[in-house]
């Protein structure tokens, strides 16, 4: 009967423990409300201002943000159009790294 118990409380013990390092594990990985906000922010900052920049189609680039680092992706008709919407990102404050995945059109 002791021994039922021990190993009751051993399994018991166990579960918890692995639930606890498993709800630390998540969380870890998770955007804070705070972050969201921010990177919210962000994004729609980076969209405003390439929206307001004549040689550039907000229709045409797609931007999204995480933990401070834009992702601007889409299709363009010549190279200068990616470095201009690359120099827009990194003009807006909050933004720690812009990774440019802009292509031009065939």
Avoid: H, W
């Amino acid at each position: 009967m002791k021994t039922l118990r021990q190993f009751s409380a051993f399994v018991m013990t166990f579960l918890f423990v692995s639930v606890l390092a498993c709800a630390a594990g998540q969380s870890q990985a998770k955007e804070t409300a705070a972050q969201y906000v921010d990177d919210t922010a962000i994004t729609t900052e980076v969209k405003t201002r390439i929206f307001a920049q004549k040689d550039l189609s907000a229709a045409e680039i797609n931007v999204e943000t995480y933990k401070g680092t834009v992702q601007l992706s889409g299709f363009v008709s010549n190279p200068a159009q990616i470095k201009k919407a690359e120099d827009v990102a990194k003009s807006v404050k909050g933004v720690k790294n812009v990774d440019n995945s802009i292509k031009l059109k065939n």
